[in-house]
T-cell receptor, first 115, second 112 residues
Framework: AQSVTQPDIHITVSEGASLELRCNYS??????LFWYVQSPGQGLQLLLK??????LVQGIKGFEAEFKRSQSSFNLRKPSVHWSDAAEYFC?????????????FGKGTLLTVNP | EPEVTQTPSHQVTQMGQEVILRCVPI?????FYWYRQILGQKVEFLVS????????KSEIFDDQFSVERPDGSNFTLKIRSTKLEDSAMYFC??????????FGPGTRLTVL
């Protein structure tokens, strides 16, 4: 069964510092990979996605993520964090085959940004 | 920009009562989903719906749960007899032919 692990439950960074949120997945084939962000009281907003091709993908709000097949990882990065980035971040995987494309999520990483 | 909407934002109910959570997916989307997130746990898939029928459901989605698309716009999740453990945030999502799912803001269900 597919699974997603986000090892860091809570991360605190200073504004302007760089950020890396980790995501590891377990899946029988190459999955589709996603990062979602949830601000308080908001829904899940898609930051970026990987389907195929270039393993470094760019997303909204200055985020990027790199797919590393050998490490089964899809870590999210941002070179300089802004206070508005404080939110919860979810990594998710979905199958490349089948019609339902249901997503399997990690437990999320809560990001706190200090001024 | 079109978005998925959900009502109510918060629902409080007594154990054993029926609840209906409502979602309005994006209008030209074809596939619909419900997920839930128990506090402190992962977002979990409940059910997917396509062409007016359930296409896949998880083991969580037992006989107490049902989904319906009663008209061309709404997509509902009904829990027939709520239990304490049904307390969670419920997310609706929809997608077009592509792979990206668009999520609503969620309904927080509290069962007392």
């Amino acid at each position: 069964a597919q699974s997603v692990t986000q090892p860091d439950i809570h991360i605190t960074v200073s504004e302007g510092a760089s950020l890396e949120l980790r995501c590891n997945y377990s899946y029988g084939a190459t999955p589709y990979l996603f990062w979602y962000v949830q601000s308080p009281g908001q829904g899940l907003q898609l930051l970026l996605k990987y389907f195929s091709g270039d393993t470094l993908v760019q997303g909204i709000k200055g985020f990027e993520a790199e797919f590393k097949r050998s490490q089964s990882s899809f870590n999210l990065r941002k070179p300089s964090v802004h206070w508005s980035d404080a939110a919860e971040y979810f990594c998710a995987v979905g199958p490349q085959e089948g019609s339902n494309y249901k997503l399997t999520f990690g437990k999320g990483t809560l990001l706190t940004v200090n001024p | 920009e079109p978005e998925v909407t959900q009502t109510p934002s918060h629902q409080v109910t007594q154990m054993g009562q029926e609840v209906i959570l409502r979602c309005v997916p994006i209008s030209n989307h074809l596939y619909f989903y419900w997920y839930r997130q128990i506090l402190g746990q992962k977002v979990e898939f409940l059910v997917s719906f396509y062409n007016n029928e359930i296409s896949e459901k998880s083991e969580i989605f037992d006989d107490q749960f049902s989904v319906e698309r009663p008209d061309g716009s709404n997509f509902t999740l009904k829990i027939r007899s709520t239990k304490l453990e049904d307390s969670a945030m419920y997310f609706c999502a929809s997608r077009p032919q592509g792979l990206e799912q668009y999520f609503g803001p969620g309904t927080r269900l509290t069962v007392l």
